[in-house]
């Protein structure tokens, strides 16, 4: 009870907002994405509500990078100015902007901490150090645990945030270019509160382990509705789908092998789910899918599971998916099995083993 009392709390203290992406070419690496063409598809617009961050104590988080260190970010407010990119490695806008955060991080050095922060949705530890491998990243990398990208309400990536010396934002948005260099130069300039820093709190961050009940989960249907995932006992085992409505389109151009396994995924799903001896739910990402991108591609698959969007980001969190397709296996006692993520050729296995427990 007191597992799923915090779990609860999280739920509650989980912020969104709304942000549309387009995607990028692969093409010239010095362009900055303020200086891109709406019709360009390496644009990203920006999202008016990522400004209402401007001013707000930066929130007190301790990231673990990637060769295991620990950065205490209430640790460096005060001290230095703090700039933040969050990003993933399939976002084709991020990839444009990884010269130029590169280029802030060698311009700056030790003035100013520099930290990319992966958003942790649809990525591993694996695929981060080969991307940072491939683009040569020298700065502390990073994975959100989800409660970064939630704090920002982030619905795209990537995102920048400038913070100060007095641990207060000076600058969040999505793209790159002057504003974003103007920032970064004044937080430079600024001297440190004489109160200290300021932050904000973050809840603490629970995963279930097995045998936790799931908690009441609040999501969005293609139509707009609220519902709740699937949770408390029943006559059959569950079955949680775990994917995102733009894995198979928008990541094949980036990383095709992944694009195929959600392909292969959803197939598999459909074919598993017409034995009705096991309940199934999907839930799509956040990012990048509102009500009406998922009812468009709904018409578009015809899934044999209902689906909802996980519109705060914490179903995901709590369940801890950080790759798609994934599908998490919950008995009747409405209690978490486990989490297989990122290979469905598994699927079919772990849903046979589901209903030998039942």
């Known amino acids: 009870m007191r597992r799923l009392a915090q779990l609860s709390l999280f739920l509650i203290c989980s912020g969104i907002c709304s942000a549309p992406l387009r995607a990028a070419p692969t093409g010239d690496a010095n362009k900055t994405t303020a200086s891109l063409p709406a019709n360009d598809p390496g644009y990203i617009e920006e999202d008016p509500v990522l400004a209402k961050l401007v001013g707000k104590p930066a929130p007190a988080l301790t990231l673990k990078s990637i060769d295991g260190k620990s950065i205490d970010l209430a640790d460096i407010y005060g001290k230095r100015p703090v700039y933040l990119k969050l990003w993933a490695t399939y976002c084709i806008p991020c990839r444009i902007q990884m010269p130029g955060l590169s280029k802030i991080f060698a311009s700056y050095g030790d003035a100013l901490a520099v930290i990319a922060v992966n958003a942790g949705v649809g990525d591993d530890v694996g695929k981060v150090k080969e991307f940072v491998q491939k683009y040569s990243l020298k700065m502390p990398v990073v994975i959100d645990d989800g409660r970064l990208g939630a704090w920002i309400g982030m619905k795209a990536t990537p995102v920048h945030l400038v913070i100060g010396r007095d641990g207060r934002v000076l600058f969040a948005g999505h793209q790159d270019g002057p504003r974003l260099d103007a920032a970064i130069k004044q937080a430079l300039a600024r001297k440190a ?166």
């Open 193 to 358: 509160a004489p109160g200290g820093a300021a932050t904000t709190k973050l809840a603490q961050l629970v995963t279930l382990k097995a045998g936790d009940a799931i908690p009441p989960i609040e999501l969005q249907s293609s139509d707009g509705n609220s519902v709740i995932l699937p949770h408390g006992p029943a006559s059959q085992p569950r079955a949680i789908y775990f994917s995102a409505t733009w894995c198979e389109s928008y990541v094949k151009t980036t990383q095709p092998v992944d694009a195929a396994n959600c392909k292969r995924g959803r197939e598999q799903v459909d074919r598993l789910a017409t034995d009705r001896s096991v309940e199934w739910f999907g839930v799509m990402s956040h990012l990048w899918t509102t009500p009406k991108e998922l009812a468009g591609y709904e018409s578009k698959t015809k899934p044999h599971v209902p689906l909802a969007v996980d519109s705060t980001g914490a179903a995901f969190r709590i369940f801890g998916v950080k790759r798609f397709p994934a599908i998490a296996l919950i008995d009747t006692d409405g209690h978490f099995i486990k989490l297989v993520e990122g290979d469905p050729a598994k699927f079919g296995t772990v849903i046979s083993s589901l209903q030998v427990r039942k």
